[in-house]
């Protein structure tokens, strides 16, 4: 990430005891967080005031406004704010304009002291932050409360966490404050013919989850998109929870084409998407673990990773950019990536083309025997298997409308079989009894292109 240092050096004499100086902060702009390490000379460890000759400086911030934006004695050593998290103390916020530094100066030696400011700016930029979409609690049927599943989602490198109980909002629930981890509201609404994900807001609608009808499920999801919800239709194709009605009679953003652990119901929605594409439609997929617990030595939370490219990791940045399908979902947050290259733009955007355009498909950290195949609006343009390089690049001259996208898949092997047929056995015998299909290792969402 780029960052910026100033190092801001205010001198403090015996005069300006019990008396309150401001240093402003022109905050650059793009910045994305905001870091202040304060510091000061006579500094004496202990910084209660007493009667002894000793410097203690008080560290406060005002906003761009000139309003509080948190205080924390002298003892803090490191403030840091952005719109997704602030310090102890502190508001979050994100960092524009100027800002204002209260020197508290409550006790000052004879001969002064200096206080010091190391100010890191932390700028925006375009990255895949890393998600979970699809996640339960203890405020449903999930094992974990929101600090814990956070903390197993930091510690497994996560960016951002939705939460999604099932028909219980977040809007009493607290949500807590952990550095590097963006957690977004949710809700799964679960009914008896469908589950839909309603991302971004604390409650998404009036009234109760319980619909039995077509009307009456669109009347919520109408709600919902109205108090700014993006609406994902979750795991439609499972063969226990599918989404009953005909897709397109649904008031629906987005499709949730991956959830959990890869089986045959990912195939088939990656088959019925594609023929959508290829129709023209723009339905921005994700992925979701659904997670609830973990299973003996399982370790399911973000299996898969939703991938969003976006250059801030605050809330509405990131729903924003999953709405557009800047999104690619992949394994796990380490495993196969896949992304898109064309004259600067990549996944979800869109590119104008005059003549032709080159499409760049970069697949990093691939396995041994797992295949590439690239789809277009003509359907399966190229495949590729793995024998041995750990990097593949492929590219792809395009001519006016369309879209590329890309998705590796792979084999089980034969105890990789077994396994998942036993576990199947335990779902549903008819199920258990089909092949197991290649199954899906990462896809991307389109980029699209339009003739200009
Ligand atoms: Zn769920």
Same mark, same amino acid.
């Given at each position: 990430?780029?960052? @910026? ?5 205010? %001198? ?10 401001y240093?402003?902060?022109? $905050? ?14 006579? !500094? ?15 560290f406060? #911030? ?5 309003? !509080? ?7 803090? /050593? ?21 800002? @204002? ?13 200096? +206080? ?19 996640t ?10 929101? =600090?814990?599943?956070a903390? *197993?989602?930091?510690?497994k ?15 009493? =629930? %607290?949500?807590?404050?952990?550095e ?18 309603? #991302? ?8 109760? &989850? +319980? ?17 700014? +919800? ?10 226990m ?15 949730? $084409? ?11 929605? %990656?088959?019925?998407w ?8 723009? $339905? ?6 659904? &997670?609830?617990?973990? &299973?003996?030595?399982?370790? =399911?939370?973000?299996s ?11 809330? @509405?940045?990131?729903?924003? %950019? ?8 992949? /394994? ?7 992304? =898109? ?20 498909? $970069? ?35 395009v001519?006016?409308d369309?879209?590329? /996208? ?5 084999? *089980?092997n034969?105890?990789?079989?077994? #396994?998942?047929?036993?576990?199947? /056995?335990? #779902?549903? +015998? ?23």
């Open positions: 990430m780029k960052t @910026q240092t100033e190092k801001i050096e205010y %001198a403090i004499q015996k005069d300006d005891e019990r008396r309150f100086r240093i402003p902060l022109e $905050i650059p702009d793009n910045v994305e967080t905001i870091e202040i390490k304060p510091s000061y000379t006579g !500094d004496e460890a202990n910084s209660n005031v007493t009667d002894q000759a000793k410097n203690v400086i008080d406060a #911030l005002l906003d761009e406004n000139g309003d !509080d934006l948190g205080s924390s004695g002298s003892n803090m /050593r490191k403030i840091v704010i952005s719109s997704s998290f602030a310090s102890d103390g502190y508001k979050r916020r994100p960092p524009h304009g100027t800002w @204002q530094i209260i020197v508290g100066c409550y006790q000052v030696k004879d001969s002064g002291a200096t +206080a010091f400011y190391d100010v890191t700016y932390i700028f925006k930029e375009f990255r895949y932050l890393k998600g979970d979409i699809h339960h609690t203890t405020n449903s049927d999930g094992k974990y409360t929101v =600090l814990h599943l903390q *197993k989602a930091k510690k490198g996560l960016d951002f966490l939705f939460i999604t109980d099932h028909n219980n909002s977040t809007e009493d =629930l %607290a949500i807590p404050l952990v590097g981890l963006t957690i977004i509201e949710g809700l799964e609404l679960t009914n008896y013919d469908g589950h839909i994900n309603l #991302l971004g807001v604390k409650k998404p609608y009036n009234g109760s &989850y +319980a619909t039995v009808t077509l009307a009456e499920l669109n009347e919520k999801l109408g709600q919902a998109k109205r108090n700014g +919800a993006m609406r994902v239709l979750n795991h439609p194709f499972c063969f929870n599918p989404i009953d009605y005909n897709i397109d009679d649904v008031d629906y953003d987005g499709i949730e $084409i991956w959830n959990g652990p890869a089986v045959a119901k990912e195939m088939i929605a %990656a088959h019925w594609q023929k959508k594409l290829e129709g023209g439609a723009r $339905i921005p997929v994700v992925g979701g673990s659904d &997670y609830h617990h973990d &299973y003996y030595i399982t370790d =399911l939370l973000a898969p990773t939703t991938r969003v490219r976006c250059d801030c990791n605050d809330k @509405q940045t990131i729903l924003t %950019a999953i709405k557009n399908g800047h999104c690619v979902i992949t /394994r796990s947050p380490t495993s196969t990536m896949i992304d =898109l290259r064309c004259s600067g733009y990549s996944v979800g955007d869109t590119v104008k083309v005059k003549g032709s355009e080159t499409v760049e498909i $970069i697949v990093s950290n691939m396995k041994k025997k797992h295949k590439l195949q690239v789809f277009s609006q003509k359907g399966l343009i190229h495949e590729y298997t793995n024998k041995s390089q750990k990097d593949y690049v492929y590219s792809t001259q001519v006016g369309g879209f590329v /996208r890309a998705q590796v898949v792979y084999e *089980k034969f105890i990789g079989k077994l #396994l998942h047929k036993a576990v199947l /056995r335990t #779902l549903s +015998a008819e199920e258990a009894k089909k092949p197991i299909p290649e199954l899906l290792y990462a896809i991307t969402n389109p980029i699209y292109f339009v003739k200009s």
